[in-house]
């Protein structure tokens, strides 16, 4: 039975005292359609995306990896964003051009 989340808001910093790249499934995200803000640091993203929170508002990731980055991701609605070091980066500046932003 799937269980969904009702966060709104998820931090992913490194534990010192544990290896620094975490590895996190796509499929945590399908569950927390609620999430509003959403940091990162060098976690890498395994799976395919079906659906990334649509209404995610602050989304910081710093040296992120996706193994595939969602296909449905929604920058119309975000407020806020950094991409330091990440590979989705290039992906979602090329969505921003065509629209003149």
């Keep these: 039975v799937p ?9 992913l910093m490194p534990d010192e005292t544990k290896p620094k ?6 499929q945590c995200f399908e569950e927390m359609p609620n999430m509003r803000y959403f940091c990162a640091w060098c976690v890498n993203f395994q799976g395919t995306f079906q659906r990334f929170p649509a209404d995610l508002k602050w989304l910081y990731l710093w040296k992120c990896h996706f193994d595939s980055p969602p296909s449905d991701f929604n920058l119309e609605e975000i407020a806020v964003f950094s991409l330091y070091h990440t590979n989705m980066a290039q992906i ?6 065509p629209r003149g932003k």
């Design 3 to 11: 269980v969904t989340i009702d966060a709104e808001g998820m931090d």
């Design 21 to 26: 790249d975490k590895c996190v499934s796509a």
């Design 92 to 97: 979602l500046i090329n969505q921003l051009s």
